[in-house]
């Protein structure tokens, strides 16, 4: 049984760096065509994709946000890490980390399995 | 950026109703669409992949259909528990987009 679970402070000041943990278990992020990806969806708003780690070390980051993300993972441990810089008001969301496998989904990146996402808000 | 167009974004129906949501691509994405239903304070589920496809264990009254920039999930019979949001994503390029959202409210 896949589970991911995020973890991470709740609460950020303007520009100080959140960082967030996806700690996950029953598969491996170094199998082929294994990725975890971070959404983010604000309060009421749509879901937002922010980037993408693969099996290979591959990272893939939503342009708008590139230059403030980056995302890491170490298998020992079967976590990933999403760091994202300059903290704002406008970057208060629900954040969530997803599970694909491209072998699974005739090689197309869906997200099968989430974690149940975890608030950060964003206030001095 | 592929921008990811949902219409409507909501809409009331009732149990029983047959229901269609479209997902319009800014451009060309064959059928690399996904369709993930949402509930208050809950992740997304997946429910169609590859545009048509349906996942493991999702009722066979969900359907996708649609290639290049037009798609849609239909709902067949509409149940009290498919009360939710409806969310499209592409996965045809490295960068990945989701749609703005269709609530499905009760009538």
């Known amino acids: 049984q896949i589970t991911l679970k995020e973890s991470g402070p709740t609460l950020v000041k303007p520009t100080q760096t959140l960082t967030l943990t996806c700690t996950f278990s029953g598969f491996s992020l170094s199998t082929s065509g294994v990725g975890v990806g971070w959404i983010r969806q604000p309060p009421g708003k749509a879901l937002e994709w922010l980037g993408i780690?693969?099996?290979?070390?591959?990272?893939r980051y939503s342009p708008s946000l590139n230059s403030r993300l980056t995302i890491t993972k170490d298998t020992s441990k079967d976590q990933v890490v999403l760091m994202m810089t300059n903290m704002d008001p406008v970057d208060t969301a629900t954040y969530f980390c997803a599970h694909s496998n491209r072998r699974s989904f005739d090689w197309l990146d869906a997200f099968d399995i989430w974690g149940q996402g975890t608030m950060v808000t964003v206030s001095s | 950026d592929i921008q990811m167009t949902q219409s409507p974004s909501s809409l009331s129906a009732s149990v029983g109703d047959s229901v269609t949501i479209t997902c319009r691509a800014s451009q060309f994405i064959a059928t690399y669409l996904n369709w993930y239903q949402q509930t208050p304070g809950r992740a997304p589920r997946l429910l169609i992949y590859g545009a048509s496809s349906l996942q493991r264990g999702v009722p066979s009254r969900f359907s996708g259909s649609g290639s290049g920039t037009d798609f849609t999930l239909t709902i067949s019979s509409l149940q009290p528990e498919d009360f939710a949001t409806y969310h499209c994503?592409?996965?045809?390029?490295?960068?990945?987009?989701f749609g703005g959202g269709t609530k499905v409210d009760i009538k």
């Open positions: 780690i693969y099996w290979d070390n591959d990272k």
């Open positions: 994503q592409q996965s045809y390029t490295t960068v990945l987009t």
